[in-house]
């Protein structure tokens, strides 16, 4: 019987104690798919059975095992939902600053694109206006061509181009020259002589170059028992001729003159001879005049300067920004077994719901890291790619800009130097000639000395010449020529003309009444004057002078070259001191 007893009692312990390791395990399962775990309590029976210290204690550091190992596991995914978010954050900020730059870049290309295509218009129009300006340079620089050649001629052969004399007989008191026989003049008084071609000790005029030039002389005749005879000679060979009679009571003076155009090789001379008497005073009635009128050279063309355009390029730099992570410590306490037990259970349970989320974090946070990865890639390339075309529409509009500028230059230029060939071209455009009366016949003039207004305008090339006035204004530094006849009819006084330079006399001419045995009568005289701007020309008598419808009574003059500005006038010329030269050009010594 008690052998029977021991038995039960020890079947009884043995099933209690396997009933309470089934407690102690359910206790310790967890759901894992529902996040929810119950456990029962031991019944009166099982508390009754003490659990082995030993095993519960293999358990629980098994379960604080797992706990550290989720801990571990939390840590890792909390750093790394860290890491995403910062990332994701950080990348978020980059894509809004390069869509911010992309934007940007974006519209300054558009800005860039459109001042690049109204540049485009410009260079255009301003190419357009350079064609047009640069073909009217050509135009006038094929005008002044002849210029041009003078300028080389003169540079090739080292001599003055500016060849223009006149001269009278006498430098003072009055008389005749000449014994009746065949002899050479010798004008000693020199009016002008730019070139010094003209010899006053010799009387030769010598060509200092190969050239077309004009002659003219002009001579008195009084108080004279010989007939007069002038020749005009070139290298020893009559060109042309001039003469009267002798002078008699009723016609006790007189004059004559003549001109030739010649074509003269460099060393060539010219002179005058007489045969007979010629008169000559203070008046300068007898002269000897003449003067280059364009040379005989090879034709040339002159080079276009052209600039160089410089283009300048600009670089962009890009910044970029590091994520930071951090990490945090869980501490853990041991106290009662159940309550550990519980505590740990609850634990492992929020740890495994939060593993879950994190875990769901993870992943779409790096799903959208890599979603904004691909953004930031596509938008770097995108700003790449925008900032990449700004700067070359930065280098083309730099480019374009400095092009405009070059095309604006060269249009100044172009422009500035038709405005010089065209003031060439008009200011050596002076000529006229004008006759007394525009209508009817008769004589001018009362017998005193007055000024005379020559009204009928024949030609007036640069307006230079007042038919109100009677004067001609020099509207540039250079030297003319002027001349003058006229005729003497039904008039009972001497004439003397006077061709006057700012008041003061420079040649004359003159002859006696008309009388029945010589009703009619002419004179003349010619000058080359050097002139400044603003110089006066007129012609005054004294005495009666006769005109008609035939314009026998004229007064002429022409520019026949320019002479350089002198330091008091512009442009500023080399040599002056105090004078910017910089911007001088040669054109202004062209002939």
Same mark, same amino acid.
């Given at each position: 019987m008690k052998t029977f007893l021991a038995l039960l009692v020890l079947c009884y312990l043995c099933r209690a104690q396997k009933h309470s390791s089934d407690i102690l395990l359910q206790a310790l399962n967890i759901d894992s798919k529902e996040g929810v775990a119950e456990t029962q309590k031991p019944n009166t029976e099982a508390s009754a059975v003490s659990l082995t210290q030993g095993d519960i204690w293999v358990e629980l550091r098994n379960l604080r095992d797992m706990v550290v190992e989720q801990k571990v596991e939390l840590r890792h995914l909390t750093a790394r939902v860290t890491a995403a978010e910062s990332q994701m954050e950080t990348l978020q900020e980059e894509n809004t600053e390069m869509e911010a730059r992309m934007t940007a870049a974006e519209s300054l290309a558009e800005e860039l694109q459109m001042e690049n295509d109204a540049q485009a218009t410009e260079i255009s129009t301003l190419r357009q206006r350079l064609n047009v300006s640069e073909h009217r340079v050509g135009e006038l620089e094929t005008q002044l061509e002849g210029l041009r050649e003078a300028v080389q001629e003169l540079q090739n052969t080292n001599t003055v181009r500016k060849v223009a004399f006149?001269?009278? +007989? +006498?430098t003072s008191g009055e008389g005749n020259? &000449?014994? &009746?026989?065949? #002899?050479? +003049?010798?004008?000693?008084?020199v009016i002008s002589n730019i070139g010094n071609r003209y010899n006053p000790h010799t009387g030769y005029f010598t060509a200092p170059v190969r050239g077309v030039y004009y002659f003219r002389f002009t001579a008195h005749i009084a108080h004279s028992d010989s007939s007069l005879v002038m020749f005009l000679i070139k290298n020893g060979d009559m060109m042309v001729t001039s003469g009267d009679r002798y002078t008699t009571s009723t016609d006790p003076e007189d004059g004559i003159c003549n001109g030739v155009v010649l074509q003269l090789e460099e060393g060539d001379v010219i002179s005058v001879y007489i045969s007979g008497k010629v008169w000559d005073d203070s008046s300068h009635r007898t002269t000897f005049s003449g003067f280059l009128l364009f040379l005989l050279a090879q034709k040339h063309s002159s080079d276009i300067l052209l600039q160089a355009l410089n283009i300048d390029s600009k670089e962009g730099v890009a910044e970029t920004q590091k994520p930071s992570t951090e990490a945090s410590a869980v501490s853990l306490t041991q106290g009662d077994i159940w309550v550990e037990l519980r505590n740990l259970r609850d634990m492992v349970v929020e740890q495994k719901v939060e593993l879950r989320h994190l875990t769901a974090r993870v992943t779409a946070a790096e799903s959208q890291m890599e979603t904004l990865q691909e953004e930031n890639t596509e938008m770097e390339a995108r700003m790449t790619a925008a900032e990449s075309l700004a700067e070359e529409l930065q280098m083309e509009n730099d480019a374009q800009a400095t092009e405009i500028s070059t095309l604006h230059q060269r249009l100044n230029v172009s422009e500035h130097r038709v405005g010089e060939l065209e003031t060439q071209l008009e200011v050596r455009k002076v000529a006229f000639s004008s006759s007394l009366l525009t209508s009817g016949? &008769?004589?001018t003039g009362n017998g005193d000395f007055v000024h005379l207004i020559y009204k009928n305008v024949i030609s007036n090339i640069g307006n230079r010449y007042n038919p109100h006035?009677? %004067?001609f204004t020099a509207? #540039?530094? &250079? #030297? %003319?020529y002027f001349r003058f006849t006229a005729h003497i009819a039904h008039s009972d006084s001497s004439l003397v003309m006077f061709l006057i330079k700012n008041g003061d006399m420079m040649v004359t001419s003159g002859d006696r009444y008309t009388t029945s045995t010589d009703p009619e009568d002419g004179i003349c005289n010619g000058v080359v004057l050097q002139l400044e701007e603003g110089d006066v020309i007129s012609v005054y008598i004294s005495g009666k002078v006769w005109d008609d419808s035939s314009h026998r009574t004229t007064f002429s003059g022409f520019l026949l070259f320019l002479l350089p500005a002198t330091c008091s006038k512009l442009p500023p010329v080399k040599g002056c001191t105090g004078v910017d030269v910089s911007n001088y050009h040669l054109s202004s010594f062209i002939l």
């Open positions: 006149s001269s009278s +007989l +006498l020259t &000449g014994n &009746g026989d065949f #002899v050479h +003049l010798i004008y000693k008084n016949e &008769g004589n006035t009677g %004067y509207p #540039v530094r &250079g #030297v %003319y």
